[in-house]
């Protein structure tokens, strides 16, 4: 009877014996039920709560350090990033709106709208250059009020968090409520089902207790640990599907940390964790390593602006070429600058590689002003403070295929890609090199 459903032990239970046990496991799935309605309800409300905490203040640390940044440089170039963290505050709340948040809450889109305003003060100021005047407007009042906004934040979780303990704390004394009353109506068949009814109780009261104990876990975050509930029931389904929402918010919160910002490709830690994966598994792969040439000149020449709007278009097009050339499980990825990676398989690379190249020089004509493209070079001032004419943005990718590693690890595949590199880059316009000799790494 161990893998049976619960619906089936009841029906056992029922056939052989009274009605006492169908009632009581009756009552044990309604509680169940009730259980599983506030556990997604904390999950899908009261969890998002604290992420909308952190992302804000995550956001507010941000622009008090590009403000600093600001005043300091005097750049006017930095203003968009500043601009883009208001404007990411005001998305925030804007995506929030639709969760019902606690009442203690407020208060916290007014704070925030009051500080947003500040900020675009500030921002009006640094944008007319007005450094002293957006000194004034930072100290007496955008400075003052982040302080305590991030104050009030600070509270707003503590407070929050008790909260949450309440709620939890709740769902405990229902809980035992639940087990009690189900024990007692057992009770009274317990002298002709009591190894059906036992069963039946002690693994609700067990999973229970192990689903609370998880939902403490993440609410903590904390999404490493395991449900174990020794049984293929709906009570082993619910762990699963525990285990399975704990393992996409931890998912969720690694590439929210390790994306790239600009691009929103993912970052260093993600393509070294895929590549990782494809290296113990033993699958074969190929590691596309893509790098702008004469980037550095194009920046200089049309601005900081240009050059990242340039990296975020490239990013987007090695996505759509991918996407209609790759294979199905290809990572595209954004180490930083003008360095991307894809990882793919060896039968797609080549068609691959054809493909970014040709994607890259259809796209290179839109970044370019029409007296440059026509030249065919843009003047900028070199490492050695020298100006000099710099040809056209191009692109060069180096394919290192894993079967031609005998060891293949990420030193072994860096080693190789930066030798390539280093060869694409003596050639002219956009190629690509794969690299088909077999290496004793």
Request: aromatic share 8%; glycine share 6%; charged share 25%.
């Amino acid at each position: 009877m161990r893998h049976f459903s619960i619906t089936g032990k009841v029906v056992f239970g029922y056939l052989v014996i009274t009605f006492c046990s169908l009632l009581a496991v009756g009552y044990a799935l309604h509680s169940l039920h009730e259980h599983n309605q506030r556990t997604e309800q904390l999950v899908g409300v009261q969890f998002r709560a604290f992420n909308l905490l952190r992302d804000i203040r995550q956001n507010l640390l941000a622009q008090e350090n590009l403000e600093q940044q600001i005043m300091i440089l005097q750049d006017p170039q930095l203003l968009s990033l500043f601009e883009r963290r208001n404007a990411e505050l005001e998305r925030i709340l804007t995506d929030t709106a639709e969760i019902r948040l606690p009442e203690h809450f407020t208060n916290l889109p007014l704070r925030v709208v009051e500080y947003t305003a500040q900020a675009e003060l500030i921002a009006r100021a640094y944008a007319d250059q007005e450094w002293e005047q957006a000194a004034a407007l930072a100290q007496s009042s955008a400075a003052p009020l982040r302080t305590q906004l991030l104050e009030y934040l600070a509270d707003l979780r503590a407070e929050h968090q008790t909260f949450l303990d309440q709620a939890l704390s709740q769902i405990t004394r229902q809980s035992g409520k639940a087990y009690q009353w189900a024990l007692t109506i057992s009770l009274s068949g317990i002298l002709l089902a009591a190894p059906v009814v036992l069963m039946v109780v002690v693994s609700l009261h067990r999973s229970i207790r192990t689903l609370q104990a998880a939902t403490r876990e993440i609410a903590s975050g904390r999404y490493e640990g395991r449900i174990e509930i020794d049984s293929r029931d709906e009570f082993g389904q619910l762990a699963l599907d525990f285990s399975s929402m704990a393992r996409k918010l931890a998912e969720l919160e690694q590439l929210h940390l390790d994306a790239n910002p600009l691009t929103r490709l993912p970052g260093n830690l993600a393509i070294d964790r895929e590549l990782e994966q494809r290296i113990s598994s033993g699958q074969p792969f190929a590691h596309l390593y893509i790098d702008l040439d004469n980037f550095k000149a194009y920046s200089d020449h049309y601005g900081y602006k240009a050059g990242s709007d340039a990296i975020n278009r490239v990013g987007g097009m090695l996505r759509d070429v991918v996407a209609e050339h790759g294979c199905a499980d290809d990572l595209v990825g954004h180490i930083g600058g003008d360095d991307y990676v894809v990882l793919s398989a060896p039968d797609c690379a080549e068609e691959l590689a054809g493909a970014i190249v040709s994607g890259f020089e259809k796209l290179v004509p839109e970044l370019y002003e029409a007296a440059d493209l026509e030249k065919g070079f843009v003047t900028a001032t070199d490492r050695y403070g020298i100006k000099r004419s710099f040809p056209l943005l191009t692109i060069s990718i180096a394919v290192t295929l894993s079967e031609n590693l005998e060891k293949p690890t990420l030193l072994t595949v860096s080693r190789n890609c930066a030798t390539m590199k280093e060869h694409l880059k003596k050639l002219k316009g956009s190629n690509y090199l794969i690299d088909r000799r077999k290496q004793m790494l």
